[in-house]
């Protein structure tokens, strides 16, 4: 029976390198044909090769994960407690300029993104609706401010009064994860 063509492209083949090469490395023996191409959606910004398959050529290619290597993650999950893998998922989604690309179908993964977002608010300033959705619309490329600033509200990030005219940001120090990946988009790119 003949095979479709599957098209794959990458961002970034240093990027993908790297995500297969800590892959591999978790690894006591060498992949199967099936774990592989798992392997190769995941470096391209997939969940699994199943998701990479239906999805087709219908969604662009992620932006390459930051480069993390397996010495790094481990550091990292051991000073801070983050869930690095969660991070970098989150990471996907943001552009070169730190802004959201698209919003996440996965509930933890909007919420760590958010964090994201909340600290490139202003501390302190007050805002009304239209000042807090016209900076979020600067954040953002899907054009739905009202889903990141009521999100924000629900999980604590921000708070508006009961009328909704004015809106802040509420100070408290982010999750480990938040942390991370605040400064894994506030670092310069290589």
């Given amino acids: 029976m003949p095979r479709d063509p599957i098209p794959f492209a990458t961002g970034d083949v ?8 800590a892959q591999w490395a978790s690894r006591a023996s060498p992949p199967s044909h099936v774990e592989m191409l798992n392997m190769l959606a995941r470096a391209a910004g997939h969940r699994n090769f199943q998701q990479f398959r239906a999805r087709g ?17 481990a550091d990292t999950e051991a000073n801070t407690g983050a869930d690095t893998g969660a991070v970098l998922r989150a990471a996907r989604f943001f552009d070169t300029e730190g802004r959201l690309r698209r919003w996440p179908a996965q509930r933890s993964i909007q ?20 000042e807090v959705s016209a900076l979020l619309a600067t954040l953002h490329l899907f054009g739905d401010p009202a889903i990141l600033r009521r999100t924000m509200c629900h999980i604590g990030l921000m708070t508006r009064t009961p009328d909704g005219r004015e809106y802040r940001r509420i100070e408290r120090p982010p999750s480990p994860e938040g942390a991370a990946l605040i400064r894994l988009l506030r670092a310069p790119a290589h």
């Fill in 111 to 130: 919420d760590l993104c958010l964090w994201a977002i909340w600290a490139r608010i202003p501390a302190g300033r007050r805002f009304d609706e239209r």
């Fill in 14 to 21: 240093s990027a993908l390198a790297r995500s297969l090469r």
């Fill in 57 to 73: 050529d219908r969604r662009p290619p992620a932006l390459p994960q930051p480069p993390v290597d397996a010495d790094t993650e």
